[in-house]
């Protein structure tokens, strides 16, 4: 099973600011399988990035996913109050698992 | 438009049987897999097993295994998760989810919750 490691734990940022979020793969994912999920509270997840950097549809292009192998970033190039959420990495190959999330604070 | 509509909130005793459901509208229902994902009280997203609804092929994540059934009706386009002797720790949140053709959950149910208590 491969044990996706996410940090920091939580992220506490003033809006404008930049936020990186960090998905560390205990071995290499295959084929980039690696999405990001935004959990607003009280919500059902949403897909934010699928195959480590496309953006799924309707996501505004602040959000970006870069990285391959084992490690892999979301980055939040300009904090907004809504975007107040728990990140989740997810690697989709045959065994899918979830990082333990992060939880995007706003000052 | 894509939606899952998930069954409602349920309170069971330990002990008891439970089948939620989570029925499929938009696409084609026997295309596409559909996953379960169980979210327990504060904590994070764990991958439960999928489904095929065109042929019910399942396969389920080995913490689950033995302890759930996934199946599906695809004449009603509705897919299930069933317990058949709840316990207190699978008091939780279970979301269904579609898997697109590769593989990530594009689409999400809006959750049932279930709480079991006695």
């Known amino acids: 099973e491969i044990v996706l490691t996410q940090s920091p734990g939580t992220l506490s940022l003033s809006p404008g600011e930049r936020a990186t979020l960090s998905c560390r793969a205990s071995?290499?994912?295959?084929?980039?399988?690696l999405a990001w999920y935004q959990q607003k509270p009280g919500q059902a997840p949403r897909l934010v990035v699928y195959?480590?950097?496309s953006r799924a549809t309707g996501i505004p292009d602040r959000f970006s996913g870069s990285g391959s192998g084992t490690d892999f970033t979301l980055t939040i190039s300009r904090l907004e109050p809504e975007d107040l959420a728990v990140y989740y990495c997810?690697?989709?190959?045959?065994?899918?698992?979830f990082g333990r999330g992060t939880k995007v604070e706003i000052k | 438009e894509v939606q899952l509509v998930q069954s409602g909130a349920e309170v069971k005793k330990p002990g008891e049987s439970l089948k939620i459901s989570c029925k499929g509208s938009?696409?084609?229902?026997?295309?596409?897999?559909i996953g379960w994902v169980r979210q327990m009280p504060g904590k994070g997203l764990e991958w439960m097993g999928i489904?095929?609804?065109?042929?019910?092929?399942?396969r389920y994540s080995p913490s689950f295994q033995g302890q759930v059934t996934i199946s599906a009706d695809k004449s009603i386009s509705t897919a299930y998760l069933q317990w058949s002797s709840l316990k207190a720790s699978d008091t939780a949140m279970y979301y269904c989810?579609?898997?697109?053709?590769?593989?990530?959950?594009?689409?999400w149910g809006q959750g049932t919750l279930v709480t079991v208590s006695s």
């Open positions: 989810a579609r898997l697109d053709v590769l593989r990530f959950l594009g689409y």
């Open positions: 938009g696409y084609s229902f026997t295309s596409y897999w």
């Open positions: 489904i095929y609804p065109g042929d019910s092929d399942t």
């Open positions: 071995q290499s994912v295959s084929t980039n399988y």
């Open positions: 195959g480590a950097s």
């Open positions: 997810q690697q989709y190959g045959t065994s899918p698992t």
